[in-house]
């Protein structure tokens, strides 16, 4: 089977459930994450502007999709997965480039124990999303973006815990990069660099993380000792 770019997947994962069939056979390496996750799933709901809805990819790697109702191709979505990644699609217009009119920004936060999970409450109306950390991001239902994210983009300018920054690409997700550079910061702000490569592997057009957190934990020790990690 002939493997899409992944932006075209990421396009089609925040359409309605019913089109995310196409590309769920299409991403097959869930990666190292949270082991023997039953994965939660939520058909597609409505709370204010905003969709979100709950399922899984294949075997093991669970998500949950936020999605904007305002229509149009300009729009932020996020998706949620149980390997710790946030991942942020942008699509800036209507056109097939997607190296032109679509882009990714990618984010891990550690340790990670368990599917992510959406809380919709068409009434409130509220959207909270539970990350495979644990932690909780509550969504401004209005425009189905984070609510403590600015216009400029999505930063996390401190953060109580071990997160991953692989950055922006266009077309693309950063991490499919093997020699690009991606940052741990600790909950004390300090940080460390390291290559794409040596986090994640790389096959037939899938890359996946490496490690559990248990292995990322004692490498860390090695590879950024000044990098505090408490687990």
Request: proline content about 5%; charged content about 20%.
């Amino acid at each position: 089977m002939k493997r899409l770019p992944v932006a075209a997947l990421l396009a089609v994962l925040f359409a309605a459930s019913a089109s995310a069939q196409q590309w769920k056979p299409l991403v097959r390496d869930a990666g190292k994450g949270a082991q023997n996750l039953q994965c939660v799933r939520k058909d597609p709901a409505h709370a204010g502007g905003t969709q979100a809805y709950a399922d899984e990819i294949g075997a093991g790697k669970c998500f949950v999709s936020v999605h904007g109702m305002a229509g149009g191709m300009v729009y932020r979505d996020y998706a949620f997965f149980s390997d710790g990644m946030l991942m942020v699609f942008n699509s800036y217009g209507d056109g097939e480039d997607t190296r032109r009119f679509t882009s990714a920004r990618e984010f891990y936060f550690f340790p990670r124990a368990n599917a992510p999970d959406v809380d919709l409450d068409p009434a409130a109306p509220s959207v909270v999303v539970t990350m495979a950390n644990g932690d909780r991001v509550t969504f401004n239902t209005d425009d189905a973006q984070i609510a403590s994210v600015g216009r400029g983009g999505v930063e996390f300018p401190s953060y109580n815990g071990l997160m991953l920054d692989v950055g922006f690409r266009m077309g693309e997700l950063p991490s499919g990069l093997p020699n690009g550079d991606a940052t741990f910061r600790s909950a004390y702000g300090q940080t460390c660099t390291v290559k794409n490569k040596e986090l994640f592997t790389y096959a037939s057009g899938d890359r996946a993380l490496k490690m559990t957190d248990a292995e990322l934990s004692l490498w860390l020790k090695t590879r950024c000792p000044g990098l505090y990690v408490d687990f």
